[in-house]
C-alpha cells in the first residue's frame, strides 16, 4: 500500500495563515497612511491661513496712502472679505475648506486687520463666517481642527 501522493499546492492551514498575514498588513498600512493623511490636511489649513493673512498684509501695504483705505479704518482695525482680496489680485484663486477641499469659502472668509499708526499690519486674524452674516466672532475664529469645519 505505498502511495505516492503528488502534492502540489498550499494546505489550509498555510493558505490561512498567509490570508491573516496579509490582513494584518493591510491594517497598519490603512493606519499609517490615514495618520498621514490627517496630518497633511492639517499642513494645508496651516498653509491657507498663511496665505490668506500674506494676501492681508500685502493689500494693506499697497493700500496704506490710499485715502478711500485710511477712511474705511476703524479703531486701526479692516475688515476684507476673501473675495476682495482675489479681486486685488492679493490672493490667486478661490479658497476651499482645507479638510475637504469641496466647499468654495472664499465669500465667508472675513479678515480682520489691525493696523499700526503707519497703517501697516500689526496683527492678522482670520474668520470663517459659520451663519453667513457678514460679521465676526470668536467662534467663528479660523482653527486649523477638522471639527471647526464641519
Same mark, same amino acid.
Request: charged letters at 30%; aromatic letters at 8%.
Given at each position: 500500500?505505498?502511495?505516492?501522493?503528488?502534492?502540489?499546492?498550499?494546505?489550509?492551514?498555510?493558505?490561512?495563515?498567509?490570508?491573516?498575514?496579509?490582513?494584518?498588513?493591510? !491594517?497598519?498600512?490603512?493606519?499609517?497612511?490615514?495618520?498621514? *493623511?490627517?496630518?497633511?490636511? /492639517?499642513?494645508?489649513? #496651516?498653509?491657507? =491661513? %498663511?496665505?490668506?493673512?500674506?494676501?492681508?498684509?500685502?493689500?494693506?501695504?499697497?493700500?496704506?496712502?490710499?485715502?478711500?483705505?485710511?477712511?474705511?479704518?476703524?479703531?486701526?482695525?479692516?475688515?476684507?472679505?476673501?473675495?476682495?482680496?482675489?479681486?486685488?489680485?492679493?490672493?490667486?484663486?478661490? !479658497?476651499?475648506?482645507?479638510?475637504?477641499?469641496?466647499?468654495? *469659502?472664499?465669500?465667508?472668509? /472675513?479678515?480682520?486687520? #489691525?493696523?499700526? =499708526? %503707519?497703517?501697516?499690519?500689526?496683527?492678522?486674524?482670520?474668520?470663517?463666517?459659520?451663519?453667513?452674516?457678514?460679521?465676526?466672532?470668536?467662534?467663528?475664529?479660523?482653527?486649523?481642527?477638522?471639527?471647526?469645519?464641519?
Amino acid at each position: 500500500m505505498d502511495r505516492n501522493l503528488n502534492n502540489k499546492g498550499f494546505t489550509l492551514v498555510e493558505l490561512l495563515a498567509t490570508i491573516v498575514i496579509l490582513a494584518m498588513i493591510g !491594517v497598519i498600512s490603512f493606519v499609517s497612511i490615514n495618520g498621514v *493623511i490627517e496630518q497633511n490636511k /492639517i499642513k494645508n489649513c #496651516e498653509n491657507l =491661513e %498663511n496665505s490668506i493673512k500674506s494676501a492681508a498684509k500685502e493689500y494693506v501695504s499697497d493700500k496704506r496712502y490710499d485715502n478711500s483705505f485710511v477712511s474705511s479704518v476703524q479703531d486701526m482695525k479692516v475688515l476684507l472679505g476673501g473675495r476682495h482680496l482675489i479681486n486685488n489680485k492679493n490672493l490667486s484663486g478661490d !479658497v476651499y475648506n482645507p479638510f475637504d477641499n469641496e466647499d468654495n *469659502i472664499t465669500d465667508k472668509v /472675513i479678515v480682520e486687520v #489691525e493696523l499700526k =499708526e %503707519n497703517y501697516t499690519a500689526k496683527d492678522v486674524d482670520i474668520y470663517y463666517d459659520k451663519n453667513d452674516d457678514g460679521s465676526i466672532s470668536d467662534d467663528e475664529k479660523f482653527i486649523c481642527n477638522e471639527d471647526f469645519w464641519k
